[in-house]
């Protein structure tokens, strides 16, 4: 077999791609530099708030661009269109487009049914009003769909992401692979890494370590930001004083020196970690207890079966969460029992959970802050001052009250905030810290492939470039939503 080019027969397409980028590129810079220079040209602006079109050369060059990123943008689809059915005879970008057939499927899927019911969707229907909004939203998702697909159905991945290959060390994009048996995948499509393993296979396969730990940590620091920060700002005086103290104490210490010292193998032998784990997972428990109680205060017959059901089951994944092979916490000194392992329904391996724990722990103290910065200003409205006039609880004001009202920002910071654990991930990865040494993971992956980055940079520019996708995604979908939460 022959060695894979990245277009294969759709080649002629190439010398069209570069023009038209070469032509979106002069036209982004003249339009930069055009604005620099003071423009004679006046826009009139209408009754009903409409204005005129540019003129002259600022329109001119406005309209060359938006022509040049449609053909860009068109001249791409036609790449990923063709390479779904025409495989590797595609190149590499259609042996790519085939292997991601179940992401485009979830991703027209998932479109179409927003777009036709955006208006039954509250805030996320009104996401499909932005455009900023729809392509973060559509860069978040394929990467969600890329891990479901890729690492829990291995619809995606090509071959073993642990498996080494003989003779596929460092090999470039496209190589085929040597002694290839019928069943197997015939190419490597984004080469192999420095242990002969497969980089396409790998990078989906630790997509979904990321998309799934970045926003279950994020949700859980909030449980705990949220449930400590709502009171403080309500209540105010010497809880608010307490609270407040131990959150700058933790906000005080580097992010990144923190990390280090959470998931150093010395501090998980003393057990830290998991009994840090035992704290902070018991918060969303303590919040959903409050919020169904506060909510159901005045109707005894539901909220009590309610509770025994809602929380029984959360007690349940709370002790399968902090158990790990029937243990809590075991080291050479002691062992602290946990759940049977036939009760230990979910599986959280320990390196995992440390660094999910120490995700919460670092992000906490932020939400704290910004949740108590919101109840302070929020209780002062007159709503609360009329909850309160009918005698309703303080946890109903805070958690049925103010919450509400302050979920527009709590939201886009929600967003934002699994960005920034996104790279936190990648950066405790890069330094082999946390996760185990053959981890697929964007960040270990960067790691193994940046010591031959001047020879052979696909195993860590590929990672690079998802880390930075999702992240850019996770950007724009936070603008997107704060777009459209303050039209509300």
């Known amino acids: 077999m022959e060695q894979l080019t990245w277009t294969g027969a759709l080649s002629p397409l190439n010398l069209f791609l570069f023009l038209a980028v070469a032509v979106l590129v002069i036209a982004i810079v003249s339009q930069i530099l055009l604005s620099l220079v003071p423009s004679g040209d006046v826009r009139m602006a209408h009754a009903d708030g409409t204005m005129d079109a540019d003129k002259g ?22 790449y990923v269109l063709a390479g779904i ?14 292997q991601l057939l179940p992401v485009w499927i979830a991703l027209i899927f998932t479109f179409a049914l927003s777009i036709t019911f ?16 729809m392509i973060g939203f559509g860069l978040v998702m394929f ?59 790998r990078l989906f396969d630790g997509a979904w370590l990321v ?18 920060g709502l009171p403080a700002g309500y209540y105010s005086g010497r809880l608010d ?3 407040s103290f131990f959150a700058n104490l ?15 193998p010395e501090m998980i032998e003393t057990g830290m970690p998991n009994y840090m784990a035992a704290v902070l997972f018991f918060f969303p428990i303590v919040f959903t207890c409050v919020l169904l109680n506060s909510r159901f205060y005045t109707q005894p017959t539901v909220r009590t079966p309610l509770l025994i059901i809602v929380l029984g089951l959360m007690f349940w994944a709370y002790a399968a969460l902090i158990s790990n092979d029937g243990a809590i916490v075991e080291n050479d000194a002691y062992t602290l029992p946990g759940l049977p392992n036939f009760l230990d329904w979910i599986d959280m391996p320990s390196e995992i959970l440390v660094v999910f724990v120490s995700v919460v722990f670092v992000n906490s103290p932020t939400v704290f802050r910004i949740v108590r910065g919101l109840a302070l200003d929020i209780k002062t409205r007159d709503y609360v001052a009329a909850a309160q006039t009918r005698g309703e609880g303080p946890w109903y004001i805070m958690l049925w009250e103010i919450l509400p009202n302050a979920r527009g920002p709590l939201i886009v910071d ?40 001047s020879i052979y940079p696909h195993a860590a520019i590929a990672p690079a470039v998802s880390l930075l996708t999702l992240v850019l995604g996770l950007n724009l979908l936070a603008d997107g939503l704060r777009e459209e939460s303050l039209r509300d």
């Open 57 to 78: 050369v600022s329109g001119f060059i406005g309209m060359i661009t938006q022509y040049a990123l449609l053909v860009t943008l068109g001249i791409l689809v036609i």
């Open 85 to 98: 059915f025409m495989g590797t005879a595609a190149g590499i970008i259609g042996g790519m487009a085939q």
């Open 118 to 133: 955006k208006r039954k969707l509250g805030l996320y229907g009104k996401l499909f009003d932005s455009t900023v909004g």
């Open 143 to 201: 990467w969600v769909f890329a891990g479901f697909f890729g690492g829990v159905l291995d619809l995606i991945v090509t071959h073993d992401t642990l498996s080494q290959y003989s003779g596929m060390k460092n090999k470039v994009p496209g190589t085929p692979l040597r002694g290839a048996e019928d069943g197997d995948y015939q190419y490597f499509l984004l080469g192999g890494d420095n242990l002969a393993r497969d980089v396409f296979s």
């Open 211 to 228: 998309v799934l730990i970045a926003p279950m940590a994020t949700l859980f620091a909030f449980m705990v930001g949220i449930t400590l």
């Open 241 to 243: 004083t307490v609270l």
């Open 250 to 264: 933790i906000l005080a210490f580097p992010v990144i020196l923190l990390f280090f010292l959470l998931v150093t």
């Open 414 to 453: 929600f967003c934002l905030r699994i960005g920034y654990t996104t790279i936190l991930l990648g950066t405790l990865g890069f330094f082999g810290l946390g996760l185990a040494s053959e981890s697929p993971d964007w960040g270990t992956t960067i790691n193994a492939g940046r010591r031959l980055l």
